[in-house]
């Protein structure tokens, strides 16, 4: 547009250091961080600087605890509660958050905007990987800690014989699988011909490189603030099986093979639906 080059973005560490003086037009806070007391710094500076506060809201416990069998605890949101306080407006990653965030952040002021927009993929990145035969290759996001929405301790349950012959591809970040779940997988899948492959801290380029080879995403969470996986697996042409949850129905549409939430066997038919070219 025009008048971007009017638009000038200040960083900092901490609010403290990298300021430069006077007033600012808008603050944006972006929770989840080890900062001490970083919710009330940034709220006190926009105060000072007569800048607008945005907060930038991924999920709310409320949303959380209506989808997940893994209960949050809505203390661990006071910061940002009480930031939202003094907001102009909570950003949103999507209409489903929107929603919900309006019902949680019921404190802010009478003129407070909710807001969403949909955050992008690396598209230049995903472009870039090569087009290639797809192999007998299985792919899921995990994360093993702090994360029993992710269906993390559901995985060997969806070790199933319409995988015999195919690789499943961990992609993790910094993590290992733990022992007891890494054993119990390997004995299973020896069982079923399934071959097991571990990949941590991948870049992007490796990501959608094994999106590209790849026959079907697995996204077993049982809540996710957006999903980003799915909506990657779409534009690289790779199906994907998930949870019908509504954040995903509002993003991907009927484009993914849906199974009920919690419902693992239905999870595990609709694995079989898919690699069989059928998802309905």
Not at 103 to 122: L, M, S, T, W
Not at 199 to 220: C, G, M, T, Y
């Amino acid at each position: 547009a025009p008048a971007h080059e009017r638009v000038h973005f200040q960083r900092s560490r901490d609010f403290r250091r990298d300021i430069p003086p006077g007033d600012f037009d808008v603050v944006i806070l972006v929770p989840s961080t080890g900062v001490p007391a970083f919710g009330e710094r940034v709220t006190a500076f926009a105060l000072e600087r007569n800048a607008r506060l945005v907060l930038y809201n991924f999920e709310t416990p409320n949303w959380c605890n209506a989808l997940s069998s893994a209960a949050r605890d809505a203390r661990d949101w006071n910061p940002w509660r009480r930031s939202a306080a003094h907001a102009s407006s909570v950003l949103s990653i999507s209409g489903e958050s929107s929603g919900w965030a309006r019902e949680f952040y019921a404190d802010v002021a009478p003129d407070a905007k909710f807001h969403h927009f949909y955050p992008p993929i690396n598209t230049p990145v995903a472009d870039a990987a090569p087009a290639v035969p797809r192999e007998r290759r299985i792919v899921v996001f995990m994360r093993f800690s702090s994360a029993e929405h992710k269906g993390s301790g559901k995985l060997l349950e969806l070790l199933d014989e319409s995988m015999r012959g195919f690789s499943l591809v961990l992609v993790m970040g910094k993590e290992e699988v733990p022992e007891a779940t890494r054993s119990a997988m390997e004995k299973r899948a020896e069982s079923l011909d399934i071959s097991l492959e571990s990949r941590r801290r991948i870049s992007d380029r490796e990501k959608f490189e094994e999106l590209k080879r790849a026959r079907l995403l697995l996204f077993p969470s049982e809540f996710e603030g957006y999903g980003y996986p799915p909506v990657e697996a779409l534009y690289c042409g790779t199906p994907c099986v998930a949870f019908d949850l509504p954040v995903l129905r509002e993003t991907c549409g009927d484009a993914l093979c849906y199974a009920p939430p919690g419902d693992w066997p239905a999870f595990r038919r609709a694995i079989a639906a898919a690699l069989g070219s059928n998802c309905n």
